[in-house]
């Protein structure tokens, strides 16, 4: 029961809000950071606890900086995950701040150059959640410069941490400046405190009390340092009471805000005014008040404070043996806090000197890597367009010389073709020569002849002019006149021939006439038997023509067409006469070589058939007789090309050659020829 | 005497005609003409014996003279007459073929009238 009571009474404690703590600049007495601490953790919305852990930071930096340092981590990540820029920038001022308590100098420039950065940035403007937390105004322009003022206060700090008093005095006057141009209380007061603080001045107590009068005006709190030093000043002229009076002020101050920093410089100072009294007592109470202090900060530094205020107590005591002791103690911890801070510093000017280095080096590295990026920009470009250049080029060159081999070798191929065509030719016409000349001497022995009979008959004609006989006279001049028809038959006939031969040997020249087919055939028939007989006295042959007269003149290259029928004719002999050979396995069977040559019109085609009765071709070789240079003749007999060229030339006119065949029965190759 | 002249070429017979146009009209010799080997033998089994002397040409179309000869020699005709062989070639192939088979004179061509008649009338 009283468990559930108590838990009762809890929830009806007013909880603190964050909207309470706005006009106070994000300070907090002890309760309300207790209750902000519980509700810290409960609370769901980042921003309000942005705000939170700020205020708790506040409440801790001065007193336990490692506290304070906590929540302001805290502030610090959630500010970078809202990504608020003047909250960003002030979450990394306050935390820099803090982490100059802790002795992280670095660490703290680092922060503060970056609050420098972020709230010299007039676009940090945009955020404008709370800009009162920061300024007093409504105004997030205002709240942005109040941020700047403060980070200045805090730079001036950390450089004063540093040793560097001139630096420490400038950033102050650029704070306070910077404060002034907004009229921001908070920033003109620790602007001053500040200066007076490092720098004393005749002036103190004035210009102390005008500062002050900045930190009422706008609300702020944390006056206990100014306070304090009015103390100090006012002891410095004598006014005991007025000092005594400020300094309970101070110390009253430093406790409400959980200032224990400045506590334990106050209680110093005290102690301090009160040796000057020779208020050996009072001296030394304050002197415990440091230590007492010191032990609740555990702040080695405010150790320090605390074993000089009691060495120089104890020394006004006359206690000689405490004073000595306290003050090997200062002096101790004293040297190990210098060595940590000398090696702060030293880390920190090596810091700030790489820092400055680095930057300038980032500078000319983003400048010259800028420089480098277009000069490798324009290298690859470059490159690239040489690559391909390069690559055209050589393609070019292949294709050249590429096109060179292929045109030369065209040119061979073309001459090499057109030889062996005209060697086709002539050997298909040295195959005719002895035809050609049986054919030629049968007409001029006739022209011979019939001239020798005919100066016979001349003779006679004149015997019987002589005996008057006239019938006789008639009748030989009838016979004259017959003989010299003769004469002239038998002499075109020879040139007929000759002229044949002339086409027949002739490169084709490619023009087509109306020529009559069945002569054609005929005549190459004639040539081919006689050729054949000429060259083989024991060849012979049957040969039957069926030539359909209807056909008329068709429109050829006659000296083409001619050797194409030569050829087939030629072939034929040749196949008929195998079988004789021994083409045909049964030897003893009775075998005539007999070949057939007919010509059909059939439609608009004019077939030209030449059969043999030949052993006819084997399928396995029937695909192959139309390849150039096939041929089953022995070696050295055929060009394999007689085929061939037949084929190309039936084709080129239009037409087609085929072959119908059946092994042992002979085969027939048919040209059909369109008649147009 | 009759003779019959074997030639696939037609004109040899007006050639032959005026050649021996006074021997013709003197009636000392008759010619007969065939223009194929198978022409002639049809011609030699209508009219047995009256062939006495037969001049043949060697290249023709079919059966050639070569063949005719054979048969005429071989077959069917005794006694067989006088068959001369006249041919455009004058080889000795072609020579001593007609000769195994019989032939009992060679001419070439282009034919030599005179000394045809001289054979001729010796034959006679």
């Known amino acids: 029961m009283k468990s559930f009571i108590k838990i009762f009474l809890l929830c009806l404690l007013p909880a603190f809000s964050i909207a309470q703590i706005d006009r106070t600049w994000g300070y907090v007495t002890a309760k309300q950071a207790d209750s902000l601490k519980r509700s810290v953790l409960t609370e769901k919305n980042d921003t309000i606890k942005m705000a939170a852990y700020r205020s708790l930071g506040f409440y801790y930096q001065e007193a336990i900086p490692d506290s304070g340092l906590y929540f302001h981590e805290k502030h610090l990540a959630l500010a970078k995950k809202l990504n608020m820029k003047l909250w960003l920038a002030d979450a990394y001022s306050q935390t820099g701040f803090t982490l100059t308590f802790t002795r992280n100098l670095t660490k703290a420039y680092e922060y503060h150059t970056e609050a420098m950065k972020l709230a010299g940035d007039e676009k940090s403007e ?46 102050y006057l650029e704070g ?80 409400a805000n959980n200032n224990l920093n400045g506590l334990v410089g106050h209680y110093k100072e005290v102690s301090l005014l009160f040796a000057r009294q020779n208020n050996k007592d009072s001296c030394l109470y304050y002197a415990k008040k440091v230590l007492e202090t010191a032990e609740v900060t555990g702040v080695p530094r405010h150790f320090v404070e605390a074993y000089r205020s009691l060495s120089n107590a104890n020394q006004l005591n006359n206690k000689t043996d405490s004073a000595f002791k306290y003050e090997q103690l200062a002096h101790k911890l004293f040297d190990s806090l210098n060595n940590i801070r000398l090696a702060n510093i030293t880390k920190y000017q090596n810091f700030a000197f790489n820092e400055q280095l680095r930057l300038k080096k980032m500078d000319e590295e983003k400048t010259a890597y800028a420089n480098n990026l277009k000069m490798m920009g324009l290298l690859a470009v ?41 060697s086709e030719k002539m050997a298909s016409l040295g195959e005719l020569t002895a035809g050609i000349a049986h054919e030629i001497q049968n007409p001029l022995n006739f022209v011979n002849n019939f001239s020798e009979v005919s100066a016979e008959l001349t003779k006679e004609l004149v015997d019987e002019v002589d005996k008057g006989n006239t019938d006789e006279v008639k009748a030989i001049a009838k016979d004259l006149k017959s003989n010299l028809e003769k004469i002239n038959h038998h002499g075109k006939r020879a040139a007929d021939i000759v002229k044949g031969m002339l086409q027949h040997s002739r490169s084709s020249t490619g023009q087509k006439e109306p020529t009559d087919i069945n002569a054609l055939c005929d005549e190459y028939l004639r040539l081919a038997y006689h050729g054949l007989r000429a060259k083989d006295k024991s060849f012979n042959a049957t040969m039957k023509t069926d030539f359909d007269e209807s056909i008329g003149n068709i429109n050829i290259i006659p000296q083409d067409i001619g050797r194409v029928v030569l050829n087939l004719i030629n072939n034929a002999f040749y196949a008929a006469s195998l079988p004789s050979k021994g083409g045909f396995p049964e030897s003893d069977k009775i075998h005539e070589p007999t070949i057939w040559v007919s010509t059909k019109k059939v439609g608009d085609k004019v077939l030209i058939s030449i059969r043999d009765n030949g052993p006819g071709i084997p399928s396995s070789i029937k695909e192959k007789i139309f390849q150039p240079f096939f041929t089953t003749k022995p070696t050295g007999q055929g060009t394999g090309l007689g085929l061939s060229l037949s084929y190309d030339i039936v084709k080129a006119h239009g037409g087609e050659l085929k072959v119908e065949t059946k092994e042992r029965e002979g085969s027939t190759f048919i040209i059909k020829l369109p008649v147009v | 005497m009759k003779i019959l002249v074997v030639d696939d070429e037609q004109d040899v017979q007006i050639l032959f005609e005026q050649r021996f ?61 006088t068959v001369m062989m006249i041919t455009a070639y004058g080889d000795a192939e072609n020579f001593n073929t007609a000769k195994q088979l019989g032939a009992d004179d060679f001419l070439t061509k282009p034919v030599d009238f005179i000394s045809l008649k001289e054979k001729l009338k010796t034959i006679q």
């Open chain 1, 126 to 171: 945009a955020d404008n959640w709370r800009p009162w937390t920061f300024s007093n105004s409504k105004n997030s322009h205002e709240a942005r410069i109040a941020i700047l003022g403060m980070n200045y206060q805090m730079m001036g700090n950390l450089w004063g941490a540093l040793g560097d008093r001139e630096k420490q005095k400038a950033y």
């Open chain 1, 176 to 255: 306070a400046k910077l404060g002034e141009s907004i009229n921001n209380g908070k920033v003109v007061f620790l602007s001053y405190n500040n200066l007076l603080g490092t720098f004393p001045s005749d002036s103190a107590i004035l210009v102390t009390n005008k500062a002050l009068k900045f930190a009422e005006a706008s609300n702020f709190p944390r006056i206990s340092g100014a306070l304090l030093r009015l103390a100090i000043n006012y002891a410095d002229k004598k006014m005991w009471d007025s000092a005594f009076v400020f300094a309970q002020k101070a110390i009253t101050n430093a406790k």
């Open chain 1, 382 to 422: 470059l490159g690239g367009i040489l690559v391909v250049a390069f690559i055209l080029y050589h393609n070019n060159r292949q294709k050249q010389k590429a096109n060179a081999v292929l045109e030369s070798t065209l040119a061979n191929l073309k001459s090499t073709q057109s030889q062996l065509v005209q």
């Open chain 2, 21 to 81: 146009r006074k021997e013709i009209k003197n009636g000392d010799f008759v010619f007969v003409f065939a223009f194929s080997g198978e022409e002639a033998l049809e011609y030699l089994n209508k009219h047995e014996h009256e062939a006495v002397l037969i001049l043949s040409d060697i290249n023709m179309p079919g059966m050639s003279g070569l063949q005719l000869l054979e048969v005429i020699k071989t077959k069917y005709y005794k006694p067989p007459p």
